[in-house]
């Protein structure tokens, strides 16, 4: 409808702009020729009145003057006429002529130097035309002037009627040709490529047929374009289908990589139509108000970017809160929308939080005690009562929720997402013994005696316990986790099996070392190479450019990050000027006092490197505190010369792969902390203490000198860890571990 709008709008200001022209012209011409008009007749008729006049002015008869300029008083239009000598001064006038109205003005003076003209006179209550002739003696010498005085309204009165006609009837021609135009683009034109489009779309997405290509293979106009989309469609469904046999007969390889096809027929074949359900605090796609429209964007968080492809090609439910201001009004009474919103693959359930719910749930207990518990990154977790009664509170409501979805559903299989839900497994297996049930946790396990200071330890690894499979990133998460278990709760641990057994209900404790959606490493055209203007917006110039992308969080090591780049610059003069290193830090969690303080800590850590270093334009640090596309990410990682993730304590870190995946080119380099989970599987990264800011700075050093047949073995390797295990083949081992529970 916005498209039929424009055209509409385009043509009618188009036509509007063509008859406003011509009336334009039409009265300019019309006024002209009325004016002509007036002219010639009241020249004449002031050459005729002469003859009477001069004789008895001649003659000093001033009651023959009057009575003469009398006899033409209110003869429309003439208004009168009057006489005046050389002093300037009216000797006889007719009624509804004003001294004022013929005294000085321009044919007057010129009539009184013997020329005799005209000129039209405006004034606030009407338009006159003034002509004025000279009056002799006997010697023939110009003694006075006659006046006559026209009505020249009538001109300007004829102007505006044809306006206003002319208006009128563009007003009408615009409502008739607004409306046919519409008519004549919505039947003709936006329906037959609506069709077309609905038709492409069903062949890139798999779905529909080619019905309605059918009336437009004999449409004038769109019968090529309408052929050959058919044939695209009929070859991409040969491709479709062709890939989803190479998917069935690669389930029986495991040495082959791990596509969204062979995910896809792997759930098919495994699972035999039984849905899964996704639980998270953090929704896939959020909705945000825009003035009269509504956008859609992807929140950013490493599980959103790893599981929202796994639910694309496996379809399913993903149930979360639903944070964006217009959430609500793109989903259905009971909360859901099909996502992605472009190419809806499965569905989303928005489940309502209270401003209380969210600052106890996500800000108090998930942020402020256990994410600091878990990271042991020297942040105090800090433990309220009523930040604890709101976490229960909100589990049990996602419980609910979720169970209210499962009434129908025989033995479902449903994957708990994170630390916002320790408790949720529990609650949801006591209601459905049947539910097979899975809990990832995505950031790290810390010590036994770490996490002893928990006041409610015993509950959280109680609710924990309720899943078939408790996942970790790492083995030694798995570790951490079954020495807590063994010190807090009263259970059967089988080391061997690392299961723990607790009121007749195994759970088994397994490494599944989450990744990305990466399947290849095809070379991209020559063509399709980043575009440096990305930089130059960003005010970086420089030979040499470093990049690290992180959410304002203080495990991810940036105040370290910076410190090391400091170092750089004093031990390695050589950088300054020639290199800028660009941190891209979202603000996150901002409920949360201690995030606030971090990001302004950052932002003043960055201000006083820069004012220290900064010459002639050059920033050695560029910071961007505004969330980033992975649409606008990647020319970044393609173009940076090295990648820096320096977290303090990380379950993965997944920009780490990230980077790696787009470098196609099989050049940059990743410099990367001890103490992350990718720390353990890319071998070729230049692994580094993030709290030793000289020896950050001495890889970053390296890593800028480092050659490029260095650079192409280790990023090669790296390519090859990731594509040999991504987040498809992930999500079909945990898939597979939790569905196999008897």
């Not at 009325?34 to 002015?57: F, K, W």
Request: glycine share 6%.
């Amino acid at each position: 409808m916005r498209q039929v709008l424009i055209i509409v709008a385009v043509a009618v200001t188009a036509v509007t702009g063509v008859v406003l022209l011509f009336t334009h012209v039409q009265v300019r011409t019309e006024s002209d020729v009325l004016a002509r008009d007036l002219e010639q007749r009241t020249r004449i008729l002031a050459e005729s009145l002469q003859e009477s006049v001069e004789p008895a002015y001649i003659v000093q008869s001033q009651s023959a003057l009057q009575r003469i300029v009398e006899r033409f008083a209110n003869r429309q239009p003439l208004v009168g006429v009057a006489v005046v000598d050389r002093a300037g001064t009216v000797v006889a006038a007719s009624e509804h002529v004003s001294e004022a109205g013929v005294v000085g003005v321009v044919p007057t003076v010129s009539a009184l130097q013997g020329e005799s003209g005209g000129s039209f006179l405006r004034t606030a209550e009407a338009t006159m035309y003034v002509y004025a002739v000279p009056l002799t003696d006997e010697t023939g010498e110009v003694t006075a002037a006659m006046v006559v005085v026209q009505d020249a309204s009538y001109i300007d009165e004829r102007a505006y009627s044809t306006w206003w006609n002319n208006i009128a009837r563009l007003l009408a021609y615009v409502l008739l040709f607004g409306a046919a135009v519409a008519l004549l683009v919505r039947w003709v034109v936006l329906r037959p490529l609506m069709a077309l489009a609905a038709t492409v779309k069903s062949a890139r997405t798999g779905r529909g047929g080619l019905k309605a290509l059918e009336p437009l293979k004999q449409n004038l106009f769109f019968m090529p374009l309408a052929r050959e989309i058919s044939e695209m469609t009929k070859s991409l469904g040969q491709a479709r289908h062709a890939a989803s046999e190479e998917a069935r007969l690669r389930l029986q390889k495991i040495d082959t990589p791990w596509t969204a096809e062979r995910l896809k027929e792997f759930i098919r074949t495994y699972l035999k139509g039984r849905p899964i359900y996704v639980v998270s605090n953090r929704e896939p796609y959020a909705h945000t108000r825009r003035g009269n429209e509504i956008l859609w964007s992807v929140p950013a968080s490493g599980m959103v970017t790893a599981l929202e492809p796994v639910m694309a090609a496996a379809g399913g439910m993903w149930i979360a809160h639903g944070g964006g201001d217009a959430d609500r009004e793109v989903t259905d009474e009971s909360g859901k929308v099909a996502v992605p919103p472009d190419d809806p693959k499965y569905t989303l359930k928005r489940i309502w939080l209270e401003p209380e719910e969210i600052k106890g749930h996500y800000d108090g207990f998930s942020n402020e005690a256990l994410w600091p518990l878990c990271h042991t990154a020297h942040t105090r977790p800090i433990f309220r009562n009523e930040d604890w009664a709101m976490y229960k509170r909100v589990n049990g409501k996602f419980a609910e929720q979720i169970l209210s979805e499962l009434k129908d559903v025989q033995r479902p299989i449903i994957l708990i997402q994170d630390y916002h839900f320790a408790l949720l497994p529990q609650m949801l297996k006591d209601a459905r013994p049947d539910a097979q049930i899975g809990i990832f946790w995505h950031i790290p396990w810390p010590s036994p005696e770490a996490f002893s200071i928990c006041p409610w330890r015993k509950e959280l690894l109680e609710g924990m316990l309720g899943a078939d499979i408790v996942g970790f990133h790492t083995q030694q998460y798995c570790n951490n986790f079954l020495d807590t278990v063994g010190k807090e709760i009263e259970s059967l641990i089988d080391f061997e099996q690392f299961a723990v057994t607790r009121d007749d209900h195994v759970s088994y404790i397994k490494p599944f070392p989450i990744s990305i959606a990466f399947t290849n490493g095809a070379e991209r055209d020559e063509a399709d190479k980043p575009d440096k203007k990305v930089l130059s917006v960003l005010g970086i110039k420089t030979e040499r450019f470093g990049l690290g992308v992180d959410r304002m969080d203080y495990t991810k090591g940036i105040l370290e990050r910076f410190k090391a780049i400091e170092f750089l610059l004093e031990k390695h003069t050589k950088y300054r000027e020639k290199f800028t290193f660009l941190q891209i830090a979202p603000p996150s969690r901002e409920g949360v006092e201690k995030y606030r303080e971090y990001g302004a800590a950052v932002k003043q850590e960055a201000d006083r490197i820069n004012k220290r270093f900064g010459k002639n334009g050059w920033r050695p640090i560029v910071l961007e505190t505004r969330h980033y596309t992975h649409s606008e990410l990647e020319p970044l990682y393609r173009l940076a010369d090295v990648c820096v993730v320096t977290s303090l304590h990380d379950g993965m870190n997944l920009v780490a792969k990230e980077f790696v995946a787009a470098r196609d080119d099989e050049s940059g380099v990743l410099v990367l902390s001890q103490f992350t989970g990718a720390a353990r599987t890319l071998k070729g990264a230049l692994l580094v203490n993030p709290y030793s800011a000289e020896e950050t700075a001495e890889a970053v050093h390296k890593a800028l000198s480092m050659s490029p047949t260095e650079q192409y073995r280790r990023m090669r390797a790296m390519r090859n860890t990731i594509k040999d295990y991504n987040v498809y083949r992930w999500s079909a081992e945990l898939i597979k571990a939790v569905a196999s529970i008897a």
